[in-house]
């Protein structure tokens, strides 16, 4: 009899962890918010919207988001932001009665685009990236015009001429600074997650630092597990072993 009532406790107690155990099927699910334009100074808010997935796929069953990871994606406006640190101008040169040319060098300097992204209180920066271009040729335009004389004998004496002739400035430009796409990377801390949990929503602010540029688009990535739930066939074990437990001791009895 006692080793009777060691075996259905063993089979009471195995099928109670069996019902218990958790079945881990964490899968990754990717949402997208596109972006906008973000002016100098300026500032505009998001969110994140995963209620699709949760009132879908995980509708009627329990779900824990155990991780969860965001990229924000960001382009430097281009030349609108370009600001002139020296011009350089070399003099002219050319034979008198030829057009005369000289160098003119425009140095720009774009300077860094800095983005803020806020997100359930924490502030993130990140901004654009270095660079530099060689001379880039703008065309050659005409400023003014020299004059210059000639001479011929007219009788007995030297006569002159005048003429003119045009002058003309080759136009470059070098910029350095700080343009391009950037990126910031966040992984998602407590509260982002108890955001996403509650009401499946998770606002972000995007502002500008410094400069203006375009905020394109983010990402967020969350890992979604199903809680676990006891099967039926399992409940329905657990429940015969007890059942067994129960009769076994009332024959000891």
């Given at each position: 009899?006692?080793?009777?009532?060691?075996?259905?406790?063993?089979?009471?107690?195995?099928?109670?962890?069996?019902?218990?155990?958790?079945?881990?099927?964490?899968?990754?699910?990717?949402?997208?918010?596109?972006?906008?334009?973000?002016?100098?100074?300026?500032?505009?808010?998001?969110?994140?919207?995963?209620?699709?997935?949760?009132?879908?796929?995980?509708?009627?069953?329990?779900?824990?988001?155990?991780?969860?990871?965001?990229?924000?994606?960001?382009?430097?406006?281009?030349?609108?932001?370009?600001?002139?640190?020296?011009?350089?101008?070399?003099?002219?040169?050319?034979?008198?009665?030829?057009?005369?040319?000289?160098?003119?060098?425009?140095?720009?300097?774009?300077?860094?685009?800095?983005?803020?992204?806020?997100?359930?209180?924490?502030?993130?920066?990140?901004?654009?990236?270095?660079?530099?271009?060689?001379?880039?040729?703008?065309?050659?335009?005409?400023?003014?015009?020299?004059?210059?004389?000639?001479?011929?004998?007219?009788?007995?004496?030297?006569?002159?001429?005048?003429?003119?002739?045009?002058?003309?400035?080759?136009?470059?430009?070098?910029?350095?600074?700080?343009?391009?796409?950037?990126?910031?990377?966040?992984?998602?801390?407590?509260?982002?997650?108890?955001?996403?949990?509650?009401?499946?929503?998770?606002?972000?602010?995007?502002?500008?630092?410094?400069?203006?540029?375009?905020?394109?688009?983010?990402?967020?990535?969350?890992?979604?597990?199903?809680?676990?739930?006891?099967?039926?066939?399992t409940a329905l074990l657990l429940?015969?072993?007890?059942?067994?437990?129960?009769?076994?001791?009332?024959?000891?009895?």
């Open positions: 009899m006692e080793m009777k009532k060691k075996i259905l406790s063993g089979l009471a107690t195995g099928v109670l962890f069996f019902g218990m155990a958790t079945h881990s099927n964490a899968t990754s699910y990717g949402f997208n918010v596109s972006g906008a334009y973000i002016p100098t100074g300026g500032s505009d808010s998001f969110e994140f919207d995963i209620n699709s997935i949760l009132t879908g796929v995980f509708s009627g069953i329990g779900y824990s988001i155990d991780t969860a990871q965001l990229a924000f994606h960001f382009s430097d406006d281009g030349s609108n932001e370009l600001h002139t640190t020296s011009v350089v101008t070399t003099g002219y040169s050319g034979a008198p009665s030829s057009s005369w040319y000289r160098n003119q060098t425009t140095y720009q300097t774009d300077w860094a685009d800095v983005a803020g992204v806020s997100i359930e209180g924490p502030n993130f920066t990140v901004g654009s990236s270095y660079y530099s271009t060689g001379p880039q040729y703008l065309g050659t335009t005409q400023t003014g015009s020299h004059t210059y004389t000639t001479s011929y004998q007219c009788g007995f004496s030297t006569c002159y001429t005048s003429h003119s002739a045009p002058n003309y400035t080759q136009n470059y430009e070098i910029i350095s600074g700080r343009t391009g796409l950037f990126t910031l990377i966040i992984a998602a801390d407590s509260n982002m997650l108890a955001s996403l949990t509650t009401d499946g929503y998770l606002g972000f602010d995007i502002s500008s630092e410094n400069g203006d540029f375009y905020f394109l688009d983010a990402t967020l990535t969350a890992d979604i597990n199903t809680a676990p739930i006891p099967e039926p066939s429940g015969l072993g007890l059942t067994g437990l129960a009769w076994s001791g009332r024959r000891r009895s």
